[in-house]
């Protein structure tokens, strides 16, 4: 078998292991949701993986704090629920990916641009921020979740 065959055959090999992969984490994180508490233990807030409201449970602490008041908090901690969505994203793609780093930071950064970061110093802090990061010109494929 010839030298270039044989590269061939690697390398699909390999394109076929990335799309499992990526196959794998998509399943996955259409089911991921984020959940952010309101003050005052009033209750919580969950939104599913595009940022829809997917829950909210109010405790009788939420009656007591007025329509104004309780919609500002349901709106902040939807916000943040929202915000966590990275991270969860980041914690299936290190699990059921882990040497897809590309991959990893493309997704990431979609989301970060959605929803923003609920701790961009700890962000800025990862360890792979940055990593095998594809070069942002205009025929960079964007990840976008809303095609979802």
């Not at 998509?26 to 940022?51: I, K, Y």
């Not at 405790?59 to 902040?76: F, H, K, N, S, V």
């Not at 980041?90 to 590309?102: I, K, M, S, Y």
Request: negative net charge; aromatic residues 4%; glycine residues 8%.
């Amino acid at each position: 078998m010839s030298d270039v065959l044989m590269e061939l055959r690697d390398r699909l090999r390999q394109a076929q292991e990335q799309a499992r992969a990526c196959e794998r984490v998509h399943e996955s994180v259409r089911g991921l949701t984020g959940t952010a508490e309101l003050p005052g233990s009033a209750g919580s807030v969950t939104v599913d993986v595009n940022g829809s409201l997917a829950g909210i449970a109010l405790t009788e602490r939420a009656t007591r704090m007025g329509p104004e008041a309780l919609g500002a908090a349901i709106l902040g901690a939807a916000r943040r629920a929202a915000a966590r969505i990275p991270q969860r994203v980041g914690e299936v793609v290190d699990e059921l990916a882990p040497d897809q780093a590309a991959m990893r930071e493309l997704m990431l950064d979609g989301y970060r641009k959605r929803f923003g970061s609920p701790d961009p110093e700890a962000a800025a802090r990862s360890p792979k921020s940055g990593k095998n990061r594809p070069p942002e010109d205009e025929d960079e494929v964007f990840y976008d979740p809303a095609r979802w």
